[in-house]
Structure formats: C-alpha cells, structure tokens
C-alpha cells in the first residue's frame, strides 16, 4: 500500500510504503504553536517508509531533541521529529479521512472549549454563497490530492 500527501503548495510531496504506526493528536502548547491550531494530528511511521519525491521539508529545531519539518513556501506543517521516531501531519496526506487518531497526548495542554466543539453552530461554505460571492469564483492554487 503507498500513501502520499504533501505541502499546501505542493512544493513538497511524500509517499510512505505499507503499514503506518500509531495515529494521535498532540495538545502541547509546543505542537499548539507549531501548527498554529488547537492540536497537532500526527501519524508515526516506520523506519524507511518515507521518501520525500520532491523538495525535503525545511526544519525547525523545537527542542534539543526534536525537530520539525515544513514547507518554507507555504508554510504547511508535515513533520515531527524525534531520536526515536519520525510522525507526519495526518492532514499532509491526500486521504487523510483514513487515518483515525486514536489517542490523545499533552492533555495538560488541552484546550477547555474543545470539548464545546459538537455545541457550535455549523456552516457548509455554499452557505455563504449569497453574502460572499467571491467565494463561489474562488479559484484554488492549493496542489491537488494527488499527483
Ligand atoms: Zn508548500
Ligand atoms: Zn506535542
């Protein structure tokens, strides 16, 4: 089975040979900044799995131990890198409706309302058709999920 995803700009795209490890979100204020979102959705893999197809990510040393890897064009989160193991951004994948966290760390950090999320009011984008015009001319440069 091959797996691929990439960047928003499609600059940086990867693919990932056979099975994935452990699918999780992160709470941490550290994956909290580096992905500037409420939690990290991270997905281990397996030595030699990986092989970056187009540009290798840029990285950022987070800590003395860990270092994370993005897109320096367009700023997509893609990695997290520890000395025991590498994660992909669950997101960075073309399918990522496949990969299910299954469990949650740095809970410490967890943020209170994130338990109000099913209480929120809910919007498809065509709801806004009428109000924002633009959006129904929207043209995308996103790179499409797939090759
Ligand atoms: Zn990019
Ligand atoms: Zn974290």
New binding site residues.
């Given amino acids: 089975m091959v797996r691929k995803g990439?960047?928003?700009?499609?600059?940086?795209r990867f693919e990932i040979v056979g099975e994935l490890g452990q699918a999780s979100i992160c709470h941490c204020r550290m994956c909290q900044k580096a992905y500037g979102n409420f939690f990290a959705p991270l997905v281990s893999i397996k030595a030699g799995t990986l092989k970056w197809t187009k540009a290798e990510p840029s990285r950022f040393e987070s800590s003395n131990f860990v270092r994370r890897g993005f897109?320096?064009?367009?700023?997509?989160p893609l990695t997290y890198e520890s000395p025991e193991s590498t994660s992909i951004s669950i997101s960075a994948f073309d399918h990522p409706e496949n990969i299910e966290p299954i469990i949650q760390y740095g809970v410490e950090a967890r943020l209170s309302y994130l338990g109000n999320l099913k209480d929120w009011p809910e919007h498809r984008t065509s709801d806004f058709f009428e109000e924002a015009p633009y959006l129904k001319n929207m043209a995308s440069f996103q790179?499409p999920d797939e090759d």
């Fill in positions: 990439g960047c928003q700009c499609g600059q940086i897109c320096e064009k367009c700023g997509t790179h």
